[in-house]
């Protein structure tokens, strides 16, 4: 496993990736050099080694050096020295195939209406289907990934731009132009059947409504109580004989 690296290494790696190759980490400065420190963060902790850096370290590189390589504006940072850093430009000869990832939960919107920029200015994609996909896992932990067709994208006005040796930018990519794993299918609901209920009875004051299944119920108790009394009746009788029979033996 490799060791975490020291404060001096960080502030050199900083300088490196903000002052000389942000595209080679997928980060996309602005027109003033600035990233997002969380989006760096995010850069940072995926190389073996980095992998423990948070915003205090970078806190203390600024507080410590007497020159630090870098600088931090608000949520925003940069680095000191961006001679070095490559120009973006309109791409002249851009790959056939390029790769971005969108949002698992967006990727049936997105089918049908095209491929928005998220939460960048333009939309990134990488002639990488590996660095597509590690830039997308920065916003998703299961991202979609998607092929777009460039020279169909051109045809529909689409321009791209390349900022560094992999990474392509762009406004916009209609439906169409771009092709991904199919949408799953959804699950037929099964559900256990209802089981119809009797209809209420509305009572209206005043009136008198026979409930049929009462009305059963009160029939089949009657009979049963008639039974049992003819039942009592014909015991009596048997005893009164008896008795009479008793009394003349007697």
Request: with cysteine.
């Amino acid at each position: 496993m490799t060791q975490p690296k020291s404060l001096k290494q960080l502030s050199k790696f900083l300088g490196y990736i903000l002052g000389y190759s942000p595209y080679e980490f997928g980060l996309i400065p602005d027109s003033d050099g600035f990233v997002k420190i969380k989006e760096l963060l995010k850069a940072v902790c995926e190389e073996d080694g980095w992998r423990h850096v948070r915003w205090n370290h970078i806190r203390e590189i600024m507080i410590t050096e007497t020159h630090p390589p870098i600088e931090v504006q608000e949520n925003r940072i940069r680095s000191v020295c961006r001679e070095n850093l490559p120009q973006r430009i309109r791409a002249q000869y851009p790959p056939k195939l390029l790769y971005t990832c969108v949002r698992n939960r967006a990727y049936s919107f997105v089918l049908e209406k095209g491929i928005s920029p998220g939460g960048h200015p333009q939309i990134i994609l990488s002639s990488r289907n590996e660095m597509a996909e590690r830039i997308g896992k920065r916003i998703d932990p299961s991202p979609v990934l998607v092929t777009v067709n460039v020279l169909k994208s051109a045809e529909s006005g689409v321009v791209f731009y390349q900022g560094g040796d992999s990474i392509y930018l762009c406004d916009f990519i209609p439906a169409g132009c771009f092709s991904g794993p199919p949408l799953p299918k959804r699950k037929k609901e099964t559900g256990k059947p209802e089981i119809p209920q009797p209809p209420k009875v509305m009572k209206i004051p005043g009136s008198f409504i026979i409930d049929l299944n009462t009305e059963k119920v009160q029939t089949k108790d009657l009979k049963q109580k008639s039974r049992r009394k003819i039942i009592a009746w014909k015991e009596d009788l048997r005893k009164a004989k008896r008795q009479k029979q008793k009394f003349r033996s007697g």
